[in-house]
């Protein structure tokens, strides 16, 4: 059977050409050798197959040595393709862990995003206290780990222009979200910092539908579309590993594109 995750188009093995100064940088510290050796380990001698805490730390070795690697070959300034509005899927697509038909919508008034850990200023946001701050528009492809993509058209506020406003520490690692529908997530600081990466409230120059994450969701033009949570009720800036929703289930946690 073939698997769902695999994706329809295998990537064009070229795409690493730009990154070999870096990838010799690993190998010459040992990083890439250490993974292989790790992976033999756990293969060869490393756990008993019916030692389930044996695989599951072992996996987790070799996950957390895959988020290392894409942090390191992530570059914060290197902007994904952008697109004509011509090509903007409207609607979009639904995606989420449930059917479209058990979205609970949410009370756009009575909304209020929270805020928590390493920011200055804790006060909760309104609609019109987000709504009131200068936004961007960006069209660029979301990219599902099932496979399937679409060109999306997102607006909305900066998320780097968001945490300076509330005076976050940029220096974090992480930068953690809560949902109305339970879907926690998390990302590094130098994608929320990324300029593509937004709070967004509006797809195709309008309100996003409550299917689709209203009144604030993540998008982020660096990531798989499993890392952008949808109706945000909270951001928290911290330096302890946040873990998510399906990260805790093992999906890899940097999860870059």
């Keep these: 059977m073939k698997s769902p995750f695999r994706p329809a188009r295998l990537p064009d093995p070229a795409i690493l050409d730009n990154h070999q ?54 570059d914060p300034n290197k902007l994904a393709p952008e697109y004509p509005a011509s090509r903007v899927l409207n609607p979009p697509r639904f995606n989420a862990y449930y059917d479209i038909e058990n979205v609970k919508p949410v ?20 609609r019109q206290d987000i709504a009131a701050m200068p936004q961007v528009e960006t069209i660029v492809r979301h990219v599902c780990v099932e496979g399937w993509d679409y060109i999306g058209q997102w607006s909305g506020v900066p998320l780097r222009a968001f945490l300076e406003r509330i005076g976050a520490d940029l220096r974090a690692k992480y ?72 990260e805790n289930l093992g999906f890899n946690w940097f999860s870059g594109i």
């Design 175 to 246: 930068v953690a979200f809560k949902t109305a529908d339970d879907y926690p997530s998390s990302i590094d600081m130098a994608t929320a910092l990324h300029p593509q990466t937004l709070l967004a409230t509006r797809y195709a120059r309008e309100d996003l539908a409550d299917p689709f994450g209203y009144p604030l969701r993540l998008r982020c033009s660096t990531k798989l579309g499993f890392k952008q949570p949808k109706w945000i009720t909270t951001i928290e800036v911290t330096n302890t590993y946040p873990g998510g929703y399906w």
């Design 107 to 126: 009370d756009g008034d009575a909304w209020r995003l929270e805020l928590a850990g390493l920011v200055t200023d804790k006060r909760p946001w309104t």
């Design 21 to 74: 100064p870096l990838i010799r940088s690993l190998q010459r510290r040992g990083l890439l050798r250490g993974g292989q050796s790790l992976g033999a380990l756990t293969m060869l001698t490393g756990c008993d197959l019916e030692d389930n805490a044996s695989i599951q730390s072992a996996l987790r070795a070799v996950s957390g040595f895959n988020d290392r690697v894409q942090a390191a070959l992530f």
